[in-house]
């Protein structure tokens, strides 16, 4: 069946350093979700990507849409404290009832 | 605005006790709902969603069932909890065909 990898599973950075993670799948998505879990709390989307190539912005987070439709790019810029989470790409199943979750990575930032 | 619900926050069960939570969302019709389990804060396990009332399709035999008895409320239960079923119980809502799906704040389940 469809499934998701994240890499890398984990991060531990500097406050202020630049992040960067991925999410594959071996078959396409036409669309690509990310969302960010805080500690003790359930997901909150953070991007949504519609279209292959598509780039899209949300403060200081960038987001990418793979030319291969297999693939997904999170980047972070000038990581600060409440950075800190786990991070899930999505992606919807053919019916779109059900979305299928990577299985995260998790952020952590040292001040 | 769309509002999703979960209660208890927290919840401590002996092993062999019945399991009732609840996820109800306002400010919307004829949602998509999701129950999911996640374990030690990492990996979301989809374990049931529901298209309509009444209809409920599950994910992962185990040792738990779910049913929708209005159109915005989703309940997990079990007859008889197992040590396994110990986690953080995510209950998420979505516009019908649409992918976004929306979580709730959870339940966290500590079975002992």
């Known amino acids: 069946g469809q499934q998701l990898n994240q890499s890398p599973q984990s991060m531990f950075i500097q406050e202020g350093e630049d992040v960067s993670m991925n999410c594959t799948s071996s078959?396409?998505?036409?669309?690509w979700l990310w969302y960010k879990q805080d500690p003790g709390e359930g997901p909150v989307l953070l991007i949504a990507?519609?279209?292959?190539?598509e780039l899209t912005s949300n403060g200081r987070l960038t987001a990418q849409f793979g030319i291969t439709r297999k693939d997904s790019f999170l980047n972070i810029s000038a990581s600060i404290p409440s950075d800190v989470g786990i991070y899930f790409c999505?992606?919807?199943?053919?019916?779109?009832?059900?979305?299928?979750f990577g299985p995260g990575t998790s952020l952590s930032v040292i001040p | 605005s769309q509002t999703i619900h979960q209660w208890p926050a927290t919840l401590v069960q002996p092993v062999g006790s019945p399991l009732s939570l609840e996820c109800t969302v306002e400010?919307?019709?004829?949602?998509?709902l999701y129950w999911y389990r996640q374990a030690a804060g990492r990996g979301l396990q989809l374990l049931f969603y529901?298209?309509?009332?009444?209809?409920i399709s599950s994910e992962v035999p185990q040792n738990l069932s779910a049913s929708r008895p209005q159109d915005r409320q989703f309940i997990l239960s079990s007859k008889k909890l197992l040590l396994s079923d110990s986690g953080f119980y995510l209950c998420?809502?979505?516009?019908?065909?649409?992918?976004?799906?929306?979580f709730g704040p959870g339940t966290r389940l500590l079975v002992l």
């Open positions: 990507l519609y279209k292959a190539g």
């Open positions: 400010g919307t019709s004829n949602p998509n």
């Open positions: 998420a809502w979505a516009y019908r065909g649409g992918e976004t799906q929306y």
């Open positions: 999505a992606g919807p199943v053919t019916s779109y009832d059900k979305v299928i």
């Open positions: 529901s298209v309509g009332i009444g209809q």
């Open positions: 078959s396409i998505f036409n669309t």
